[in-house]
């Protein structure tokens, strides 16, 4: 059984930071040549990828919503990833998922993922 555990959220004025973590445990599950997926969702939306990384492929994507603003990172040291989400927005308020167990596809969509984690709330006030 793998278990992602989600942390860094919070509350959090427009143009302010927050750096999300999401560590991965549970049969000998590693990240490091995996791929993880951040997600969020906002009330009354759908849930978006937006952020992916595929490190041993040295890989990082983003949605376009978020590019130049998060960096997605891990350290396989800590089986854990970090979202970086600088510059923050109003209409970046949702909840924050992350994803593993990647079975293949277009890793923005929620059907090829496997595992994910509870969730964090990030709200951005103006």
């Known amino acids: 059984q793998v278990q992602l555990v989600e942390s860094g959220g919070g509350s959090v004025q427009a143009g302010g930071s927050l750096r999300l973590s999401c560590a991965a445990s549970g049969s000998g599950y590693s990240i490091t040549y995996n791929r993880v997926t951040w997600f969020r969702q906002a009330p009354g939306t759908e849930r978006e990828g937006i952020a992916t990384?595929?490190?041993?492929?040295?890989?990082?994507d983003y949605a376009d919503s978020v590019k130049g603003r998060f960096t997605i990172s891990q350290d396989n040291a800590k089986n854990t990833v970090y979202l970086q989400m600088d510059s923050l927005k109003p209409e970046d308020t949702a909840q924050y998922y992350c994803?593993?167990?990647?079975?293949?596809?277009?890793?923005?969509?929620?059907?090829?993922?496997?595992?994910w984690g509870q969730g964090t709330q990030v709200t951005v006030s103006s």
């Open positions: 990384i595929l490190n041993f492929q040295g890989s990082v």
């Open positions: 994803a593993a167990g990647f079975r293949g596809g277009n890793w923005v969509r929620e059907y090829p993922y496997g595992y």
